[in-house]
């Protein structure tokens, strides 16, 4: 099952973007890994991911070939050795890394910065 939290904060740091500030939105033992969660961080859906490695990731929530709110329900798996989430809806596979759309090179989620610390998940915010 899928935890929904809802915490409230500036927007979300992408990935290679230095954050101005961290988020918590969860302990590390919330995430099961190889299941998604979703976060509303400010006014923006991340699905967060805990891999069976223990890395963490996070990418935006909102599929964008259907608009839905879905991608943390998704398939974890991975790609010539690429960690991947499949959308729920059509299946389309997503880099977990940077959020490329492996199936389609025009399309890509937004990828956040995340980390661990004391045992919290935080996502980096702006």
Known sequence: MTAQLDVRAG???RTGEEPTGWLTVCTVERLL???GAAALVGDV???LFR???GSLHAVGNIDPFTGAGVVSRGLVG???????????IHKQVFALRDGR???DENVSLP?????VVGGNV???IR
Do not use: H, I, M, N
């Not at 991975?78 to 960690?83: L, N, S």
């Not at 990828?111 to 980390?115: G, L």
């Open 45 to 47: 859906q991340v699905a």
């Open 122 to 124: 935080q996502v980096g």
């Open 33 to 35: 890994p190889g299941r």
């Open 101 to 103: 759309c492996l199936d």
């Open 111 to 115: 990828a956040f910065a995340v980390r």
């Open 11 to 13: 927007p979300p740091a």
């Open 51 to 53: 891999l069976a490695d």
């Open 78 to 88: 991975d790609r010539a050795g690429e960690p991947t989430v499949a959308s729920p």
